[in-house]
C-alpha cells in the first residue's frame, strides 16, 4: 500500500493585526485540510487562526514553535511527513520563507517528496515594490543593513553603486527601532538625484508608501521609529 504523501501549506499572516481583509478565503480551507502548524510564535497564530476562522478548535491541531529554533524542529518535521500528515507553516507577518522563518524547514519537505502548496497573500517585500515605481524587472532583497556606523555607510554605498550600474531596485529592512538611525545614514551617505522609497505600515490605517529624491527627503525627515517599514533605493 502506497503511504499517503504529506501536504505542505504555506499560510500566509496579516501584516497588520486588523487587517484580515487582506487574507484570502481558502487559507481557511487550507488549515481545515491540515492537523499539525509549524508555527513562529504559537501565541500570535493561535490568535491569527481566531480572527479569521472563529470556529476553529485550536486544541485540535498539533503545535510546534519554529521561533529561533527551525533546525531543533527538522526532526518531528520530517516525522509528520513521513506520517502524510497535512502541514501548515506559518510566520509572524507575511509569507513563510519571505524574510521570514520556514525555508528550512520547506527545504525538508522538498528532500522528502512532499507537496509544497504555496498560498496568496501579502508580503511586504512585494507590496512596497508594487507601489514604490521603481524598477519591477529587475531587484534584490538585500535583508538588513549592518548596525555599524562605518559598515553599514559601506553597504549603502555599494548598493547605490550597484543599482546605478544595474539600474535595479535594493530592497532592505531594518528592526523598528532603529529605522531612524538608518534614514539618517541613507540622507548622509546618498546622491541627491538616488530615489528613496520608504513603505511603512502596510496594509495598516497608517500606510504610508512614498517615493522622493534623497534631496528631497532631506527638506522634510519622517519620523519612523518602531513603525514597520520596507525601504527601496534606485540610483
Given at each position: 500500500?502506497?503511504?499517503?504523501?504529506?501536504?505542505?501549506?504555506?499560510?500566509p499572516?496579516?501584516?497588520?493585526?486588523?487587517?484580515?481583509e487582506?487574507?484570502?478565503?481558502y487559507?481557511?480551507?487550507?488549515?481545515?485540510?491540515?492537523?499539525?502548524?509549524?508555527?513562529?510564535q504559537?501565541?500570535?497564530?493561535r490568535?491569527?487562526?481566531?480572527?479569521?476562522?472563529?470556529?476553529i478548535?485550536?486544541?485540535?491541531y498539533?503545535?510546534f514553535?519554529?521561533?529561533?529554533?527551525?533546525?531543533e524542529?527538522?526532526?518531528?518535521?520530517?516525522?509528520?511527513?513521513?506520517?502524510?500528515?497535512?502541514?501548515a507553516i506559518?510566520?509572524?507577518?507575511?509569507?513563510?520563507?519571505?524574510?521570514?522563518p520556514?525555508?528550512?524547514l520547506i527545504g525538508?519537505?522538498?528532500?522528502l517528496?512532499a507537496?509544497?502548496?504555496?498560498l496568496v497573500?501579502?508580503s511586504a517585500i512585494?507590496l512596497?515594490?508594487m507601489?514604490?515605481?521603481?524598477?519591477g524587472q529587475?531587484f534584490?532583497?538585500?535583508?538588513y543593513?549592518p548596525?555599524?556606523d562605518?559598515?553599514?555607510?559601506?553597504?549603502?554605498?555599494?548598493?547605490?553603486?550597484q543599482?546605478r550600474?544595474?539600474?535595479g531596485?535594493y530592497?532592505?529592512?531594518?528592526?523598528?527601532?532603529?529605522?531612524?538611525?538608518?534614514?539618517?545614514?541613507?540622507l548622509?551617505?546618498?546622491?541627491?538625484?538616488?530615489?528613496?522609497?520608504i513603505?511603512?505600515d502596510?496594509?495598516?490605517?497608517?500606510e504610508?508608501?512614498?517615493?522622493?529624491?534623497i534631496?528631497?527627503?532631506?527638506?522634510?525627515?519622517?519620523d519612523?521609529?518602531?513603525r514597520?517599514?520596507?525601504?527601496?533605493l534606485q540610483?
Amino acid at each position: 500500500m502506497t503511504p499517503p504523501v504529506s501536504t505542505i501549506y504555506l499560510v500566509p499572516c496579516v501584516l497588520h493585526e486588523g487587517a484580515v481583509e487582506t487574507i484570502p478565503p481558502y487559507v481557511i480551507d487550507a488549515v481545515k485540510k491540515c492537523t499539525v502548524i509549524f508555527a513562529e510564535q504559537e501565541r500570535t497564530a493561535r490568535r491569527f487562526f481566531k480572527s479569521i476562522w472563529k470556529e476553529i478548535v485550536i486544541d485540535d491541531y498539533e503545535w510546534f514553535a519554529i521561533h529561533k529554533a527551525e533546525e531543533e524542529q527538522l526532526a518531528p518535521f520530517r516525522q509528520k511527513i513521513r506520517e502524510g500528515k497535512n502541514i501548515a507553516i506559518i510566520s509572524e507577518a507575511g509569507c513563510p520563507g519571505v524574510a521570514d522563518p520556514g525555508q528550512v524547514l520547506i527545504g525538508a519537505a522538498q528532500a522528502l517528496g512532499a507537496v509544497i502548496k504555496p498560498l496568496v497573500g501579502p508580503s511586504a517585500i512585494l507590496l512596497a515594490l508594487m507601489a514604490s515605481g521603481m524598477n519591477g524587472q529587475q531587484f534584490s532583497f538585500t535583508g538588513y543593513l549592518p548596525i555599524d556606523d562605518q559598515q553599514r555607510t559601506k553597504a549603502i554605498q555599494d548598493i547605490e553603486g550597484q543599482s546605478r550600474k544595474t539600474n535595479g531596485t535594493y530592497i532592505f529592512i531594518e528592526t523598528p527601532y532603529r529605522n531612524n538611525a538608518l534614514i539618517s545614514a541613507l540622507l548622509q551617505t546618498c546622491q541627491p538625484a538616488t530615489r528613496l522609497c520608504i513603505a511603512a505600515d502596510i496594509t495598516g490605517p497608517a500606510e504610508s508608501i512614498i517615493t522622493r529624491s534623497i534631496s528631497d527627503w532631506r527638506k522634510s525627515i519622517p519620523d519612523l521609529h518602531k513603525r514597520p517599514v520596507i525601504f527601496l533605493l534606485q540610483a
